[in-house]
């Protein structure tokens, strides 16, 4: 790993001690404009026809200044994007809708100031006073203020019929979280007990929530508001009002709802036509100059879903901007050899996570016979013992890692080798051996191992189509597995209904990424103990926690230990105990051996067209906690034909 992303670690651990050690203000951008002045001349055209108050108006007071990449450029333009649905949504959160009360820094070594102009932390960590920009409006107009952040925490947080989604789970009951509202630009936070990672917490894509809910577009369909919102709804053939109110509430499938963000939708996401937005003409964002942002006007995000295709028009410079699912090690060759005809330029792409992917076996899972043998740590040490990993490494990512468990990268000030590198060694002797032992010693006609009590035993990898390399890698594993007499198969499925069947706990096995390598496991350890869907090595524990979905079941001690402990970690202002309190959850995780990795990533590449300008620096962290590419200020993007 580069020394620039080793600096980066070490910086972010400091201000943490900053972000939580007392009182602690932030204020303004990184250059201050006496007020807007420069627009697109799409939008000049609007105020000379009397269509839009002038600039100045629309920006408010105190727009986030932000300073270009590559400096002040002219408007215009289409960026051209690669789409593949309505499961893309949560790129297109990261990407598109990456505003709330703080962000990342264009680095993603600080948190900095966004919707909130700045803020104070009690010594306690108790109380966080956010003072907002004066002057920001929704994308109709209307004025964003202290009260649709106070509408999120009254009508929808603790709302079970709202959508989880927009209810950021770092925010629990037992916090007895309390919301005041001085006036329209200040939003007061006070927690019963200490919040210590909250600043962070709310820089990860979650933290939008907050600031996602225009009070006077949703109360008409809120049951706290309008009495009549259930029939209204039903009549318009949703469910319900929460079920209406819901889908209201998405913007990215809703035009209507007023954004916050530098483009609103033009053509919500379906699965059937391109997904296209325009600058939003209140976006309260300028550059040095006191141009409003974004610089581009228009964005074309292409249903494509068949890779091949993906790969032809980005080889055609037909995409601008490309940073997943073709930008794989073994499409990085094609991509140099036509580098230059097509006017495309490469990016470095650190990825956060500890392997390449993760493969969750589901404890919770719905047969018995395969609940019972996952939860059997010796079951899953020796299916770990059965995989090739190094094979793995060099058929499906170009020989470029090494052997890796889901656990600390050698980067972090927590990297622990043994929790690393255990049970990593291929040794299919050992293997056999083990589930000889555990039980597992009693076979079928056809050679397949039986239960303990002589049942059948099978279970099926599922693995998501959008994912080609987890495609490819996928026979390979269930062949390791198979050569152990474990019967067991694997089953690609497309990302909605993956998700899907994931999060109703339908699935044995998944094939997923990699998680927990870096900084974002110490905010958000859902790698390590049941706090999000995607540890799907735990369904039904993750629904217990979350309150919500089938199978609900309380996790065991050793897991509950872990979430007590993160409990702590966030209730302590002491930097050194939060991070004794994370070791110790590590070390639960590593003892209970809950998912396995199998290798450590090493930089990816991304690229876009040469005409696209200030786009990144040379080196971005890929990970969804830092919300790539949301740091980089697409808003300052600009097309330079």
């Keep these: 790993m580069t020394t620039a992303l080793l600096s980066r670690w070490n910086a972010a651990s400091r201000v943490l001690v900053l972000l939580t050690a007392g009182a602690f203000a932030l204020g303004g951008g990184s250059a201050v404009a006496a007020s807007a002045t420069g627009q ?21 007071d105190n727009p986030l200044v932000v300073k270009p990449v590559d400096g002040v450029m002219n408007y215009g333009g289409t960026l051209r994007m690669l789409f593949t649905g309505a499961s893309d949504v949560s790129w297109v959160q990261t990407f598109l809708g990456y505003d709330g009360l703080v962000r990342w820094d264009h680095k993603v070594e600080n948190v900095e100031p966004d919707l909130a102009a700045s803020w104070t932390v009690s010594d306690d960590a108790r109380v966080y006073t956010f003072t907002l920009r004066k002057g920001v409006k929704w994308s109709d107009g209307q004025p964003f203020t202290s009260h649709d952040v106070a509408f999120w925490f009254a009508h929808a947080q603790f709302n079970k019929a709202v959508d989880p989604n927009y209810r950021p789970r770092f925010i629990d009951p037992a916090d007895k979280l309390k919301v005041e509202t001085p006036d ?85 996401i379906t699965d059937t036509q391109d997904f296209t937005l325009e600058r939003n003409p209140y976006f309260w964002k300028v550059d040095p100059a006191g141009n409003q942002l974004p610089y581009i006007d228009k964005i074309d995000n292409q249903i494509v879903g068949d890779k091949e295709v993906m790969l032809l028009k980005a080889l055609n410079g037909e995409v601008d901007y490309i940073g997943r699912y073709i930008n794989t090690l073994p499409n990085k060759a094609v991509f140099v050899e036509n580098q230059k005809r097509n006017n495309l330029e490469f990016f470095k792409i650190v990825d956060a996570a500890p392997s390449y992917v993760t493969l969750h076996l589901n404890e919770t899972d719905r047969n018995p016979a395969v609940r019972a043998a996952f939860r059997d740590k010796q079951f899953r040490i020796a299916l770990s013992y059965a995989i090739n990993r190094q094979e793995i490494i060099d058929l499906i990512f170009a020989g470029q890692g090494e052997p890796y468990q889901i656990a600390p990268r050698p980067e972090s000030e927590f990297y622990n080798e043994e929790m690393a590198k255990q049970y990593t060694k291929f040794d299919p002797d050992l293997a056999n051996k083990m589930l000889d032992e555990a039980g597992y010693d009693k076979r079928d006609a056809n050679g397949w191992r039986l239960t303990p009590d002589g049942k059948e035993l099978s279970f099926v990898m599922t693995v998501r189509g959008d994912r080609q390399p987890y495609v ?95 409990d702590k970690m966030q209730g302590t202002a002491d930097p050194k105990q939060q991070k004794d309190y994370f070791r110790q ?26 005409r696209l300008h200030n786009v990144e620096p040379q080196e971005v962290i890929n990970s969804w906690t830092f919300a790539y590419p949301g740091p980089s200020t697409p808003a300052q993007w600009s097309i330079k034909n």
């Design 40 to 60: 697109s001349p799409i939008l000049e055209k609007l105020v000379a026809a009397g269509e839009l108050p002038p600039v100045a108006q629309r920006v408010g």
């Design 585 to 610: 959850l590590l070390a639960v995780a590593k003892d209970n051996f809950m998912s396995m990795g199998i290798g450590l990533p090493i930089p990816g590449y991304g690229l876009h067209t040469a």
């Design 472 to 566: 490819d890698l996928a026979p390979l594993l269930v062949g390791y597995w198979k050569d152990v007499g474990v019967n067991v198969d694997f089953r690609v499925m497309e990302k909605s209904a993956y998700l899907n069947q994931r999060n109703n706990n339908q699935h044995d096995g998944i094939i997923e990424d990699g998680d927990g390598g870096m900084i974002d496991a110490f905010l958000f350890p859902r790698a390590y103990i049941p706090l999000h869907p995607d540890a799907a090595w735990g369904t039904g524990w993750i629904n217990y926690q979350l309150k919500q979905g089938p199978d609900q079941e309380p996790p065991p001690p050793f897991l509950q230990r872990g979430l007590d402990l993160f």
């Design 184 to 268: 329209d630009n200040t939003v007061r936070l006070s927690f019963e007990r200490p919040k210590a990672l909250l600043l962070y917490q709310l820089a990860t894509p979650d933290g939008e929530a907050l600031t996602n809910f225009p009070e006077h577009y949703l109360r008409q369909f809120h049951i706290d508001f309008n009495p009549d919102a259930d029939k209204e709804a039903k009549a318009q053939g949703f469910q319900d009002w929460a079920d209406r109110f819901n889908k209201k509430m998405n913007a990215w499938f809703n035009p209507e709802k007023p954004t916050l963000f530098p483009w609103r939708v033009v053509t919500p």
